[in-house]
C-alpha cells in the first residue's frame, strides 16, 4: 500500500488495485498455500506497474520491495507449518525466525547493491568496464568449478 502513497495520479489506482489483490491473497494463503505465489505475483505487479507508469529514478525501493516480498511469503509459509498438527523440531521457535531475518536482510543488502552496481553501470569509464570484466569472469568461474563438482 506504501507503493499507492508513492505513486503519481496516473499510477495510484492500478497499484493501490494489485497491492489490495495482493495482500488478500496473502491472507488467504494462511488458509490455502497455493494463493501465496498469486499474492507476491500481484504485490511485485504493483511495484512493476509503478515503474512503469511513473518512470522514477533509480533508488532503494527496490531493496524495501524486494525484502519484503520475501518476509511476507516466508512468515506464511511459516505460520502455515505452525498451524499444521506437527511439531516443530526443539529450538525452531528462535532458528526460524532468525533464518527469516538473515535472508531478509541478506535480500536487502543484495538488491542494494544490485542498485548500486546499476548506478554505476550508467556511468561511463576504464573502472566501469574493469568492474565489468572482473564479473563475468567471477561468473565464469563459477560456473565451470560447479559443473566440475
Do not use: K, Q
Not at 525452531?92 to 527469516?100: N, Q, S, V
Amino acid at each position: 500500500m506504501w507503493l499507492a502513497v508513492a505513486a503519481s495520479d496516473d499510477a495510484t489506482a492500478p497499484v493501490l488495485a494489485l497491492g489490495l489483490a495482493g495482500s488478500a491473497a496473502a491472507a488467504g494463503a494462511l488458509f490455502r498455500p497455493v494463493a501465496l505465489g498469486p499474492s507476491l505475483a500481484a504485490s511485485a505487479a504493483a511495484y512493476a506497474v509503478l515503474l512503469a507508469i511513473d518512470e522514477p529514478p533509480l533508488d532503494s525501493r527496490a531493496a524495501g520491495v524486494a525484502a519484503a516480498l520475501l518476509a511476507v511469503g516466508e512468515l506464511t509459509g511459516w505460520s502455515r507449518e505452525l498451524a499444521s498438527a506437527t511439531t516443530d523440531e526443539p529450538g525452531g521457535a528462535w532458528r526460524r525466525p532468525m533464518w527469516i531475518a538473515a535472508a531478509v536482510a541478506g535480500a536487502a543488502g543484495l538488491a542494494w547493491v544490485l542498485v548500486a552496481m546499476v548506478d554505476i553501470a550508467r556511468v561511463e569509464g576504464l573502472a566501469v568496464e574493469a568492474v565489468g570484466a572482473l564479473a563475468a569472469l567471477a561468473v565464469v568461474l563459477l560456473l565451470v568449478r560447479r559443473s566440475a563438482a
